[in-house]
């Protein structure tokens, strides 16, 4: 077996629940919110918080949202995501596997087929599928990736692909996707999933930086490095350029608040409310902070978001998928596997 073959990569994503049964749903939810860095409160109130108030109200409500969404082949989010698995097993002789930060198929089910496929193996290259920093995604994904390896003593070691939000690779496939969308006279708004400001605060490398300092995201600073909303802004900028937006045709919000903390704004839902208010009446969205279809996009987004427009006085309303197996973002991740350094932004 050759050198090359040595190597296997793992496309990493979020996760889904098994099944859109409210027990399924509860299980999946218990373990993504028990997790310390998606709810970072001590461990005795998160688990009263998640376990007691949390996931008993919530299962049953968020069971029906996935019934909205579920299709023959399960969850979108993971459906997906291994499609994108087989789209690149056709690009690359070296093994290719799936793993989940929560539910299945998991961490180690992945180092393990791999295992299986090239016992030989040498090096492992982790993708986590989040495109920006955050200690809620790309973060745990990864910690979650090195704790599994240690633990299970596996001979080969990991690699990492960075985050990506301002890869031309990246840029150009995600703007890509959006172009045959854009229509003249409609406004399109970038809805990224919201997080809490304290993570914000709490993955600033400075300790004094992030929303700390006026206009923080625009001035330079190590902390832009692991800082999701200044990630998120340069995303839209970079795409706005290579769709040549003009200004005012476009504008950023965040989504999928959890909670009462204070979390990223403007919120989308109330973007929805204002908008038609403000003369936007036809618009456009897009969901840059996911590269796979899943309920954020496909319920919240293209089904709760758009009653909530159209109910303001809104007159059209298109959701923009996201970049699912498009042919440009699986030969991204080619390029990013065979040669790592294309990856990389400095």
């Given at each position: 077996?050759?050198?090359?073959i040595?190597?296997?990569?793992?496309?990493m994503?979020?996760?889904?629940?098994?099944s859109?049964?409210?027990?399924d749903?509860?299980k999946y939810?218990?373990?993504?919110?028990m997790?310390?860095?998606?709810?970072?409160?001590p461990y005795i109130?998160?688990?009263?918080?998640v376990k007691?108030?949390?996931t008993?109200?919530?299962?049953?409500k968020?069971?029906?949202a996935?019934?909205?969404?579920?299709?023959?082949?399960?969850?979108p989010?993971v459906h997906?995501?291994?499609?994108?698995k087989?789209?690149?097993?056709?690009?690359?002789a070296?093994p290719?596997?799936?793993?989940m930060r929560y539910g299945s198929p998991?961490m180690?089910?992945?180092?393990d087929k791999?295992?299986?496929?090239?016992?030989?193996?040498?090096e492992v290259?982790?993708l986590p599928?989040y495109?920006?920093?955050?200690?809620?995604?790309?973060?745990?994904?990864?910690?979650?990736?090195?704790?599994?390896h240690?633990?299970?003593?596996?001979?080969?070691?990991?690699?990492?692909?960075?985050?990506f939000?301002?890869?031309?690779?990246y840029?150009s496939?995600?703007?890509?996707?959006i172009?045959?969308?854009i229509?003249?006279?409609?406004?399109?708004?970038?809805?990224?999933?919201s997080i809490?400001?304290?993570?914000?605060k709490?993955?600033?490398?400075?300790?004094?930086?992030?929303l700390?300092?006026?206009?923080?995201?625009?001035?330079?600073s190590?902390?832009h490095?692991?800082?999701?909303?200044?990630?998120?802004?340069?995303?839209?900028?970079?795409?706005?350029?290579?769709?040549?937006?003009?200004?005012g045709?476009?504008s950023?919000?965040f989504q999928?608040?959890?909670?009462?903390s204070a979390?990223?704004t403007?919120?989308?839902?109330?973007?929805?409310?204002?908008?038609p208010?403000?003369g936007?009446?036809?618009l456009m969205?897009?969901?840059?902070?996911?590269?796979?279809?899943?309920l954020?996009?496909?319920e919240?987004v293209?089904?709760?978001?758009?009653?909530?427009?159209m109910?303001?006085g809104?007159?059209?309303?298109?959701?923009?998928?996201?970049?699912?197996t498009?042919?440009?973002?699986?030969?991204?991740?080619k390029?990013w596997?065979?040669?790592?350094k294309?990856?990389?932004?400095?």
């Amino acid at each position: 077996m050759s050198d090359q073959i040595k190597r296997g990569i793992i496309l990493m994503n979020l996760g889904s629940p098994d099944s859109t049964s409210t027990k399924d749903v509860k299980k999946y939810l218990d373990e993504f919110l028990m997790d310390g860095r998606v709810i970072d409160s001590p461990y005795i109130i998160r688990s009263i918080l998640v376990k007691g108030i949390i996931t008993p109200f919530r299962a049953a409500k968020s069971a029906e949202a996935y019934s909205t969404i579920w299709t023959k082949d399960g969850s979108p989010l993971v459906h997906i995501t291994k499609q994108v698995k087989q789209e690149l097993q056709q690009l690359i002789a070296e093994p290719v596997e799936v793993a989940m930060r929560y539910g299945s198929p998991d961490m180690k089910s992945a180092y393990d087929k791999l295992m299986a496929k090239n016992p030989d193996l040498e090096e492992v290259v982790l993708l986590p599928l989040y495109p920006h920093y955050a200690m809620s995604s790309y973060e745990t994904a990864v910690v979650h990736a090195q704790d599994v390896h240690k633990k299970e003593k596996y001979p080969f070691k990991i690699s990492v692909i960075p985050p990506f939000y301002n890869n031309p690779d990246y840029i150009s496939a995600l703007s890509e996707s959006i172009a045959p969308h854009i229509q003249e006279g409609k406004h399109l708004l970038f809805s990224y999933h919201s997080i809490p400001e304290r993570h914000i605060k709490k993955s600033d490398v400075t300790g004094n930086h992030c929303l700390n300092v006026a206009g923080c995201c625009d001035k330079p600073s190590a902390a832009h490095a692991y800082c999701y909303r200044h990630q998120c802004y340069i995303t839209t900028k970079l795409v706005a350029e290579k769709l040549n937006l003009s200004e005012g045709s476009y504008s950023v919000a965040f989504q999928s608040k959890l909670g009462r903390s204070a979390w990223l704004t403007p919120a989308t839902t109330a973007r929805m409310e204002q908008m038609p208010k403000e003369g936007i009446k036809d618009l456009m969205v897009v969901c840059p902070s996911f590269v796979s279809d899943c309920l954020e996009t496909l319920e919240e987004v293209a089904i709760r978001e758009k009653e909530n427009f159209m109910e303001a006085g809104g007159v059209s309303y298109d959701f923009i998928p996201c970049m699912n197996t498009q042919a440009s973002w699986v030969a991204t991740i080619k390029k990013w596997f065979l040669d790592p350094k294309h990856a990389v932004i400095a």
